[in-house]
C-alpha cells in the first residue's frame, strides 16, 4: 500500500516552516528532498568506513571501495543493464553527457557529420552536442516539436540520413514533463545505423527504466533528482561501445601503468573515472535505489500520475491559466502561467506562502522560445507530495490572482 503520509515523515525538510507558513514542496524537477535512510547512510559512512577507494591496503580502504562497487552493483541492476562495468559514475548527467559527446565524438564523429537533438531538451542536452559540432566541423540537427512540445516524430524519421551519427533526447522533458516516445525514437535511429543517448535525468525517479529493452546506446542521470546526493550521477553505455571510445579525462584510477613513453588505460569502467570518485554519493544513490524499491517503482509512478491528473484539473479551473505541454503523456510537472502576470511575481508571490516553484526558462530557452514566452512558473513532484499540496498551490494562485486583478 502506498502511504504517502509515511513517506514524507521520511522527508525532514519537508516538516518545517517558511515564513511563518508550511512548506509545500514543489521544485522536484530541479532537486529532489533526501529521505532520512539516505541522509544517515551518509553520515554513517563517514562515522565509520570513509577512506579514499582502490587505493588503499588497508581495512577502511578495502570497505569504502566494496561499498563503492556494490552500490555500481546496485545501480546495474535498477536500470537492467547487463554488465556492471557498463555503469560509469559521473558529478551527474551534464557530465554524462559531455563525456559521451567527448568520448563517441573523437572516435564516431568527422566532418559533415550530423548529429540530432530535440527542439525541448534541457541545455545540457545541446551545448556539450554544440561543442562536438565546432571541434569536429559537424552538423547540429533538432527534431521539431508541436505546440504541447510533443516531439514530430514523422519529421524525426525523416530527418534520418547516413550522416547521422547520434540522436540525443531527453527520456521526459524537463521543462514540461512530456515523456518522449523513446522506443520508437531509439528504434528508427538504430535502422539507420545511428548510436541513441537518452537523457534519464527527469525519468528514473518516476518509472522503472529498462535499459536492455529500451535498447539505448547510451543513458544518464543525476543523484540528486533521485533522493541521493548531488555531485554524482550515471552514465550507462552499452559494453561494447565504451571499450571502442577514449577516456573523457586523464588522472590517476583511469589508468593500468603510466610512463612518460606511453600511458596504457584501465579497463571499464575505470577508464572513465579519473581521479577520486565521489563514492559516498555513490553509495547515497544506492540507498535512495533501495529506498525507492521499498516503496515500489510502479506504485511511485501510479500514485505520481493520480496526482498529476488531480494537479491539471485542478489548476486548469483556474481562469485565464494557460499550461504548457498539455499531453496525457506526460509525468510530474506542470508548466503554466496565468494570463498576464509574469512567471517571477508568481514565483516570488507564491514562495512568502511557503511554495517553492521554479520560474523562468528551466535550462530550457529553445523551448520557451518554441512557445514564444520567456518563462514559466513550474510546479513539479515526486512521490511525497499530496493533494493537500496542491490545494495549497491552487489557492496561493487564486491570491497572485486577485493580487493583480
Ligand atoms: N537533463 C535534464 C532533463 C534535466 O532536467 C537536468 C537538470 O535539471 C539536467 C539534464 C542536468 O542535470 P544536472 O544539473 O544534475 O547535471
Avoid at 559516498?280 to 511511485?300: C, F, N, R, T
Wanted: proline share 2%; aromatic share 10%; hydrophobic share 35%.
Amino acid at each position: 500500500m502506498f502511504d504517502v503520509e509515511k513517506i514524507k515523515k521520511d522527508f525532514p525538510i519537508l516538516d518545517q516552516e517558511i515564513y511563518g507558513k508550511k512548506l509545500v514542496y514543489l521544485d522536484s524537477a530541479a532537486t529532489t528532498q533526501k529521505p532520512k535512510q539516505v541522509i544517515n547512510e551518509v553520515s554513517k559512512f563517514y562515522s565509520s568506513l570513509n577512506s579514499n577507494i582502490h587505493r588503499g591496503v588497508h581495512y577502511l580502504s578495502i570497505k569504502s571501495t566494496e561499498e563503492y562497487e556494490k552500490s555500481r552493483d546496485t545501480v546495474c541492476k535498477f536500470i537492467n543493464a547487463k554488465h556492471t562495468e557498463e555503469i560509469i559514475f559521473t558529478k551527474g548527467t551534464t557530465e554524462a553527457v559531455n563525456l559521451t559527446a567527448y568520448s563517441f565524438g573523437e572516435r564516431f564523429v568527422n566532418e559533415g557529420d550530423e548529429i540530432l537533438v530535440a527542439k525541448t531538451e534541457h541545455h545540457s542536452n545541446i551545448v556539450p552536442w554544440q561543442m562536438l559540432c565546432y571541434r569536429k566541423n559537424a552538423v547540429l540537427k533538432v527534431i521539431p516539436a508541436d505546440e504541447n512540445g510533443e516531439l514530430k516524430i514523422n519529421e524525426y524519421k525523416k530527418l534520418l540520413n547516413p550522416k547521422t551519427k547520434l540522436v540525443a533526447v531527453a527520456h521526459i522533458a524537463n521543462s514540461t514533463g512530456v515523456i518522449n516516445p523513446i522506443k520508437e525514437i531509439i528504434d528508427a535511429a538504430h535502422n539507420n545505423g545511428t548510436y541513441v543517448l537518452i537523457d534519464g535525468a527527469q525519468a528514473v525517479q518516476h518509472k522503472q527504466v529498462d535499459v536492455q529493452s529500451l535498447d539505448c546506446d547510451f543513458y544518464a542521470f543525476s543523484g540528486h533528482k533521485m533522493f541521493a546526493e548531488t555531485g554524482i550521477g550515471v552514465l550507462y553505455g552499452k559494453k561494447e561501445i565504451l571499450e571502442d571510445i577514449p577516456p573523457y579525462q586523464g588522472g590517476g584510477d583511469m589508468i593500468k601503468t603510466v610512463s612518460f613513453e606511453k600511458t596504457e588505460y584501465a579497463d571499464l569502467p575505470y577508464k572513465f573515472e579519473a581521479g577520486t570518485s565521489n563514492y559516498v554519493g555513490a553509495i547515497s544513490i544506492a540507498k535512495a535505489i533501495e529506498y525507492m524499491q521499498s516503496v515500489g517503482l510502479d506504485e511511485i509512478e501510479i500514485y505520481e500520475k493520480k496526482l498529476l491528473k488531480y494537479a491539471t484539473d485542478k489548476l486548469l479551473s483556474i481562469d485565464k491559466i494557460k499550461i504548457y505541454g498539455q499531453t496525457e503523456k506526460k509525468i510530474s510537472a506542470i508548466s503554466f502561467l496565468l494570463n498576464g502576470i509574469h512567471h517571477y511575481d508568481t514565483g516570488m508571490i507564491l514562495d512568502k506562502l511557503g511554495i517553492a516553484v521554479r520560474t523562468g526558462t528551466h535550462c530550457a530557452e529553445p523551448t520557451m522560445k518554441h512557445f514564444g514566452i520567456d518563462g514559466t512558473v513550474r510546479a513539479s513532484f515526486a512521490m511525497y507530495n499530496t493533494k493537500e499540496d496542491i490545494d495549497k498551490l491552487y489557492e496561493g494562485l487564486m491570491r497572485v490572482k486577485k493580487m493583480f486583478a
